[in-house]
């Protein structure tokens, strides 16, 4: 490994970092790149398409309770296998991302896309259980604070807004690390535990920080829309936005997002070296 990725490093350093990966990586895997591109780009008008509220909009007129019945189970089928093969396409995109970074940082993980792809049932298995972790916790807190200060429902949300966001800080990087330590997905889930925990200060930290710059991107988006709004025709600025601009910033997070994920990983390692 790189020396510089050996040592602990402040805070901005490893924001840095992680954006210096994501802008060095963008030569080796651009055809990875113009897939979740593509993804990003087909994955309104697929949903749209699979939950349009007007199935029968070609005149054959309206369909009985039964017919309903069947083509909105027949719909929410479609959608979920729909939603699982692109989650499982976008898992398989941010591990060559996650192996191409690690190459240049000097670590020896697969980047290849056949290597990326044998990693992809753990990274789905270790997703999924962030995502299980997450839901029910919200699901069974929400509810216990609901029966028991039911009055202050103010209170009970904030509650579990903050422990939900705890949990998910913790289980953070167990999808990267299905790749970064070649685990399955409970251990990875664990570890990912086991190194955010020490340093969960400093992980939110960072967290906060991407979540400013996050906003700060929608806020200035969000100024140059409404310009334009007034400038041209409303339904010309939607239509660059859902076909170009959100596909184009939803990759650009994606690719930013897996080098910060490397690059917080061999932060939190290197702490946990020099603590031993």
Sequence with gaps: M???FRQPRRLWT?????FRLAWRSLPGVWPACLLALVLYTLAGPVITALTGEDPHGLGFGTPSDAEALVEGATAA????????????LLLWITAIFIGAMSRLAGVDVPAEPRAALGRLPAMLGAALLYGLAVVVTAGLLGGLLGMLIGWQTDLAALAVIGVVAYLAMLLVLGPGLTVLERAGPIQATVRSVRLVLPCWARVAGLLVIVVLLNIAVALILGLI?????HLVDPDRVATTLAWAVNPILATAFLVVGAGLVCSLYWDLR?????QD
């Design 2 to 4: 790189d020396e510089h």
């Design 14 to 18: 490893v924001l840095a970092d992680g």
């Design 77 to 88: 089928m479609l959608l979920g296998l729909y939603v699982v093969l692109n989650l499982s």
């Design 225 to 229: 829309v409404t310009v334009l709004i």
């Design 270 to 274: 290197a702490r946990e070296a020099g």
